[in-house]
């Protein structure tokens, strides 16, 4: 039967919970268990597809296409269980399913309300998402619960859980509370009040925690646990000392280390054994110790060069671990570019154009990527960096001065970039999208397999296929792709059933790749992805030939 854990969190958002939580699931994977992990969102959108990476960061995307919270990708670089679109949902998924049910005449004329009906409903999901991995034999499910304590949109939230956890019966459910021990300068103190009230404020709503973590800046004395642990109630041994680390891979070991495994498989009475976190030190030490250092720029828009590229910057960390070297990211404001000029590029081992999307700020990006492939620096285009890229090669290099995406100009006459129609989606269902189709929901989403060209650069690193997940609406149009070619340009990658162009690359060029997919969410510590390998590759061959 699986076992829940519950995370909530207290005081102030932004705390880490995701981490903390995807970390105390590593321990237990290392300890032989096979773990689960969900999040669960109180708010009401339907999922955080339309929502504005600068508010809500990254959209992860899972491999059967749900754009999810990106603390979905910090599970499955902690986690080898794979997230799928029910480790996920949101209030207005859940309100969705019950007013669904509600029309269909399910509840026989009763009143529909909060509790029981919204709060079932919230069960049924957390039941559902705990199954979708390890053929529904998970051990433990560690669930995330979005928001703090006291928000009125997490209220139904903690109830559902409160009345799954007396429902499951004893050893079945365990809490754990995440909060905030401010330290305040002007007293030279650790304040433990507002975890006092924090504690409180979920004991009120009948919710008792097994242990507490308790985020401060520096590490938590004991009499300072000692206290939070007579006025929560918790024993002295389950409140948590978690410090600022300056690498989220430590955060396990430091977990482990006060046993925060052990309060949840007594908790939870499970016979499991030792953890064994070798594989995380190795990755720790990689960490701090590299051999070699390189520089590579980011061209982005501004706005987005935050909390948006949370798994690129993942991906890269993870390629650097893997060959002992530091990726130092300079991050570059495109329209710096399109007023200033690619100066700025000068002094750089590759560049690097992310995935984004809308029109500003892409002539700069474009301007960066010709300064890349005209001075044979390593470029890596995801995405949008991908169409970006063949729109530059078709203007200068292959005669279609006027190239450009109908995201962009919608009346473009030189369309090398458009929206398709019609495709098939991971399961081979058909979809079709317009220029007016809803934004949430209509984008070619998810894991698609595809061949790769033999003889290509696409080949020496991917091998013959590649199963990455996709998330755009527009693509290379085929109309002009026998013209690119004939200028140089190389697809090395179609997907099989509609043909359309999912790697590119310059032959002439050292290493120069453009692919349609989000490579990124793909890539873990513990293996690191080929193509951010080969990148990092690419960029210290670069940097050693411009030494000589
Ligand atoms: N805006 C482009 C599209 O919708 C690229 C999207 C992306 O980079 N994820 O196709």
Redesign the pocket.
Known sequence: MTKYVFVTGGVVSSLGKGIAAASLAAILESRGLKVTMLKLDPYINVDPGTMSPFQHGEVFVTEDGAETDLDLGHYERFISAKMKKANNFTTGQIYESVLRKERRGEYLGKTVQVIPHITNEIQAFVERGAKVAWDGKTDVAIVEIGGTVGDIESLPFLEAVRQMSLRLGRNSACFIHLTLVPFIASAGELKTKPTQHSVQKLREIGIFPDALLCRADRRIPDDERAKISMFSNVPLEAVISVWDADSIYKIPAMLEAQQLDSIVTEKLAIDAPKADLSKWAEIVYAQENPVQQITIGMVGKYVDLTESYKSLIEALNHAGLHTRTQVNIRYIDSENIESDGVGELQKLDAVLVP???GKRGTEGKIAAIQYARENKVPYLGI??GM?LAVIEFARHCAGLERANST?FDSQADQPVVALITEWQDSTGKTEKRTETSDLGGTMRLGSQRCPVKPGTLAESIYGPEVNERH????EVNNNYVEQLEKAGLRISARTPTENLPEIMELPDHPWFIGVQFHPEFTSTPRDSHPLFMAYVKAALAYKQSKAI
């Open positions: 995935g984004g999307f995405c949008l169409q995201e998330r755009h609406r527009y």
